[in-house]
């Protein structure tokens, strides 16, 4: 049997080892098992582990948002704990169907519902480049776990940037593909207009390999359009003729640390010298009214999807003497803090009197978003800024400041709202921890951000394995 290195072995890699019957997938997984045992505990990336190998490929790590037959699935979330599904997501079924085994369930926070992977009931996950540091959120279990060599490859959930923005922080590659092109059946509900599933992985070719095997039409999901051309593994190593657009408004914002935006602006340069042609675009109104568009609407969905949670169905319950006060209980033991924020506030912006001032014109808005983007990108293949506006941060140091919290997704919730793909790719350090690099294209343009980014990671050369782990 090979050396199974899990820190530096990507998922075509594995494939490779698997093909040329180096390697079984039965030890392919054993190894990967063993690398949790020994490196999870500091880092709490799984909520729950699978033994047993059930299937003949590369194995893979499952946000537990995703609906999985048999394994307990949480959404990081006490009101569901004890809750095993008995059906498998879409996404799940898929990959169960092209033969990768589960390795287990990620962390997340609740609901998928932060930026830090610190509001999961079950305790927070840490980055493996520091873990004194958030991972980032809310998949910032499946990201860390990519990261430090305990799972090749993973799916997470995308509302407002949970894939981008952890792959960012963690020195990963992440997709939140075009949204309705990945079927959210079985998917625990945070915002359905805004939720969508895509890969992480070690490669952008690693990220294009796992979006062919999720994507595409589902009867189960009426939002779903299957993708207009096949998801293709890109080769790309220049980029002459590709037109990359930056945001004027990414000058203005001082959010963005120092460090982020010098790792920024040498990707940008390197583009540049790989032959693409750089440009300046305006979307004054993302910027100015992104985020308080997002925690409109978000929280409105939230509010109407996590009604279902009252302690009749499924999930623990509190017991009282009538129906009402059993469910008021119930609902109070088993959210937390941040389910609850958005829960009222979502429940406030779709009452009586205030549905047409706060989730109405927050649709209109939505909708000049969509348009500004769209302007945008007829004259640019590809939208360029930082992912996120900082390197990962210490654990407690925004615990407590939701808006600052809130403040992580400034630049990844624009093109979420919009519904357009986004691909992470990591750019650079900044005091020692990863910068990630985001590329926005317009609706069904995941190809193109697979050649662009696989352009970009090769001449970057940036190694995913964090420092302390070599």
Not at 90 to 99: E, P, S, Y
Not at 105 to 117: L, P, R, V
Not at 347 to 363: E, H, N, R, V
Not at 394 to 416: F, K, Q, W
Request: charged content about 25%; glycine content about 12%.
């Amino acid at each position: 049997m090979a050396v199974i290195d899990t820190l530096r072995l990507t998922a075509e890699e594995a494939t490779g080892l698997l093909e040329r019957r180096e390697v079984t997938a039965a030890e392919l997984h054993e190894a990967y098992r063993e690398a949790i045992d020994d490196r999870d505990p500091e880092l709490h990336t799984y909520l729950r582990v699978v033994d047993e190998c059930v299937g003949d490929g590369v194995p893979i790590a499952l946000k537990d948002v995703i609906s999985t037959r048999g394994v307990e699935t949480t959404a990081g979330s006490r009101i569901l704990e004890g809750y095993t599904p008995v059906f498998d997501a879409t996404v799940a079924g898929r990959c169960r169907a092209a033969g990768l085994p589960l390795l287990g369930k990620t962390n997340t926070d609740e609901f998928a519902m932060g930026s830090s992977t610190e509001n999961s009931a079950f305790g927070p996950s840490r980055n493996p480049w520091d873990p004194s540091r958030v991972p980032g959120g809310s998949g910032g279990g499946t990201a860390a776990a990519v990261s430090a060599g305990l799972a090749p490859w993973g799916l997470g959930s995308d509302t407002g940037g949970s894939i981008k923005q952890p792959s960012a922080l963690c020195g990963n590659v992440g997709l939140r593909p075009t949204y309705g092109t990945v079927s959210r059946y079985g998917i625990v509900a945070f915002a359905s207009s805004l939720d969508q599933v895509g890969p992480v992985a070690k490669t952008v070719r690693d990220v294009a390999l796992l979006t062919s095997i999720i994507a595409g039409r589902d009867p189960a999901d009426s939002t779903t359009v299957d993708h207009p051309e096949p998801i293709r593994l890109p080769e790309r190593e220049e980029l002459r003729g590709v037109r990359l657009g930056i945001p004027r408004q990414i000058g203005d914002l001082r959010a963005i640390e120092p460090g982020v935006r010098a790792a920024f602006e040498t990707s940008v340069e390197l583009a540049r010298s790989l032959g693409a042609e750089i440009g300046e675009c305006d979307l004054p109104l993302s910027f100015e009214y992104g985020m308080p568009c997002y925690y409109l609407i978000a929280p409105a969905e939230a509010s109407s999807n996590l009604a279902r949670y009252d302690g009749v169905r499924y999930g623990p319950r509190v017991d009282a003497d009538g129906y009402r006060e059993m469910v008021e209980r119930t609902r109070d033991a088993g959210f937390g803090p941040e389910p609850k924020r958005r829960i009222m506030l979502g429940t406030y912006a779709l009452s009586a009197g205030y549905y047409d001032a706060f989730y109405g014109q927050a649709q209109k808005v939505r909708t000049l978003l969509v348009r500004e983007h769209r302007d945008a990108l007829e004259r640019f293949d590809a939208l360029i800024t930082p992912t996120s506006p900082t390197v990962a941060f210490p654990i407690g140091e925004r615990a407590a400041d939701p808006l600052a919290m809130y403040a992580c997704d400034l630049l990844t919730i624009p093109s979420c709202l919009a519904g357009l793909p986004g691909l992470n790719v990591p750019c650079g350090l900044s005091e020692g921890l990863p910068v990630g690099l985001q590329l926005i294209g317009p609706q069904f343009g995941e190809n193109a951000l697979f050649g662009i980014g696989h352009a970009l990671e090769r001449a970057l050369g940036f190694d995913p394995v964090p420092e302390r782990l070599r």
